[in-house]
């Protein structure tokens, strides 16, 4: 396994995932390449999600595929927005502001202001692999009503840290890529990956 299609376009995923990757002489090409229309993301679980992405990127790609479902969870609003933090406000284009604006408003009242981001990471080899690898982690904080920050995006101004105390979007990118959700779900993947294949980092 030296390349790998990342079953997404987004330029600061490829440019995290390949830098960690390359440290296993492992490629990350995006599924743009191989002309991938984005993949169709029915399900109401992150994992069902991811895994429908990744089998999706590597069907189409021949390659064995990466991809990642993540969003925002209130306590509160029994998981909401979940799978659909990203058109939680259902406005066409999709907007940061609206699904604040509609999350805040949601969380206005309840006196648990406790939200966490989920990132879920699925690697599989084959479009038809029975055994993907899954990567799963958490990265808990407090819903914020006033926004704070501008190196974020998404939800990342309103979500506060108490250990930092400052908010997603206040932190540098250096030590959100350390400690996010997307982070510690790479790290365990990429351990999952040494462990099942023997692979030895170079970094």
Request: a neutral charge; hydrophobic letters at 40%; proline letters at 5%.
């Amino acid at each position: 396994m030296n390349k790998i299609v990342l079953a997404s376009n987004n330029q600061g995923k490829l440019a995290e995932f390949s830098r960690l990757f390359r440290s296993l002489n492992i490629e990350i090409v995006p599924q743009s390449v191989f002309n991938i229309t984005e993949c169709p993301e029915p399900y109401v679980t992150f994992v069902e999600n991811a895994l429908a992405k990744a089998r999706h990127a590597s069907r189409h790609s021949g390659l064995p595929a990466l991809a990642d479902d993540s969003g925002i969870c209130a306590n509160a609003l029994h998981g909401a927005p979940g799978v659909h933090s990203a058109r939680y406000a259902s406005t066409e284009p999709k907007s940061d502001a609206a699904n604040n604006a509609k999350l805040d408003a949601q969380l206005s009242h309840k006196s648990d202001k406790r939200v966490f981001y989920v990132c879920v990471l699925v690697l599989v080899r084959h479009p038809d692999d029975p055994q993907p690898l899954i990567a799963e982690a958490n990265w808990a904080g407090l819903w914020q009503s006033s926004a704070a920050g501008n190196n974020g995006f998404g939800y990342d101004p309103h979500f506060y840290l108490p250990e930092q105390q400052l908010t997603a979007a206040q932190m540098s990118q250096e030590e959100k890529n350390r400690i996010s959700h997307r982070a510690q779900a790479l790290h365990i993947l990429m351990a999952k990956l040494q462990q099942q294949y023997g692979l030895n980092s170079n970094a």
